[in-house]
C-alpha cells in the first residue's frame, strides 16, 4: 500500500505540478496513473521514491514514511525511471551486480535470480556488453531488471512500456499481473490509454497536478456514457479540466 496524504509541489519556476494529492494505491492491484504529457506524472513518482521532496503532504510506503524513514522505505521499492540511459560505461552484469550490492542482495543466489530475469526479456546474450551499446529498449530492460533484483514488494515505474519490443512488453505486464496478485503493490503511469485499459484494475486520472479521477475503470465508464471508450472519457475529463 501506498498512502499519499495532501501532497504538493511547486518547483522553482512556479509551476505547481502536483496540487493537494491524496491516492491510495492498494496491494493486489495494477493502479494505472494517468494523464497527459506535463500532468504531473514524473514529479508525484520523484516524490514517492524519495528523489525530491514534497512542499507539503505525507507519503507512506507500505507504511513505512519515505521522508523520515527514506533508507527503509526505499529498500521496499523497485523504481524504473522514464529516462534509462544511466551507469552507460557499466557493463550490463556490472551493473546488475552494482545495483544488487546497493540493496543488500546475498551474493548466494544472485546470479540465479539474474539467469532467470535476464532470461524473461532476452537479454542474457547482452551481459557482457557495455550499457551504451544497448539500444533504448534494451536499456530499459536492463534498469527493469536491475530494480527487481532485490525483489521489491513495491514496484513503481514510470511510462514502463514505452520503447519496449511487444514480447518484452507482454513479459513485463504478465510480471506485473504476477506481483499484484501476489499481494504486492504496481504503480506505473502511462499517458497511452489502450495499456491502462488492458492491464489497471485502479487508475486516477492526473491533470495540471491536480486529480480528477481514481478508482476502478468500471465505475469511470459506469459515470460516463455506457458506450464511451476510455479515449473519449479520458479527453473529455482532461480538456475540461
Ligand atoms: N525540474 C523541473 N523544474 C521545473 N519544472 C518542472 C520540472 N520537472 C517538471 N516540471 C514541470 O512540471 C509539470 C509536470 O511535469 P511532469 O511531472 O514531468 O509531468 P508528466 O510526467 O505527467 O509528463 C510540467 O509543467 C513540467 O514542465
Ligand atoms: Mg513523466
Keep these: 500500500m501506498i498512502k499519499i496524504e495532501n501532497v504538493s509541489k511547486t518547483y522553482g519556476s512556479g509551476v505547481k505540478a502536483v496540487d493537494s ?17 506535463g500532468a504531473g ?4 513518482i520523484k516524490m514517492i521514491t524519495g528523489i525530491i521532496h514534497a512542499d507539503q503532504g505525507n507519503i507512506l510506503v507500505d507504511g513505512t514514511n519515505i521522508r523520515t524513514n527514506p533508507i527503509e522505505a526505499k529498500l521496499k521499492i523497485g523504481f524504473v525511471p522514464d529516462d534509462p540511459n544511466m551507469f552507460l560505461r557499466l557493463k550490463g552484469l556490472e551493473y546488475l551486480n552494482f545495483m544488487a550490492d546497493m540493496y543488500d542482495v546475498p551474493k548466494a543466489g544472485r546470479s540465479n535470480d539474474i539467469k532467470t530475469l535476464t532470461e524473461r526479456f532476452g537479454m542474457q546474450d547482452a551481459l557482457g556488453d557495455q550499457m551504451q551499446s544497448y539500444s533504448h529498449g534494451m536499456r530499459q530492460k536492463m ?9 521489491p514488494k513495491v514496484w513503481i515505474l514510470d511510462e514502463p512500456m514505452t520503447g519496449l519490443d511487444p514480447k518484452s512488453s507482454f513479459e513485463l505486464k504478465e510480471m506485473m499481473r504476477e506481483h499484484a496478485d501476489q499481494g504486492n503493490v504496481v504503480f506505473f503511469s502511462t499517458h497511452v490509454l489502450e495499456v491502462a485499459e488492458k492491464v489497471c484494475d485502479q487508475i486516477a486520472v492526473i491533470n495540471k497536478g491536480k486529480i480528477l479521477y481514481s478508482g476502478s475503470l468500471k465505475d469511470m465508464r459506469k459515470s460516463a456514457q455506457e458506450d464511451s471508450s476510455l479515449e473519449k472519457i479520458f479527453l473529455e475529463m482532461t480538456e475540461n479540466g
Excluded: S
Design 143 to 151: 534498469i527493469l531488471i536491475g530494480a527487481l533484483i532485490h525483489k
Design 21 to 37: 494529492v491524496t491516492l491510495d494505491i492498494p496491494d493486489g492491484a495494477i493502479f494505472g496513473f494517468l494523464g497527459p504529457n
Design 41 to 44: 506524472k514524473t514529479t508525484l
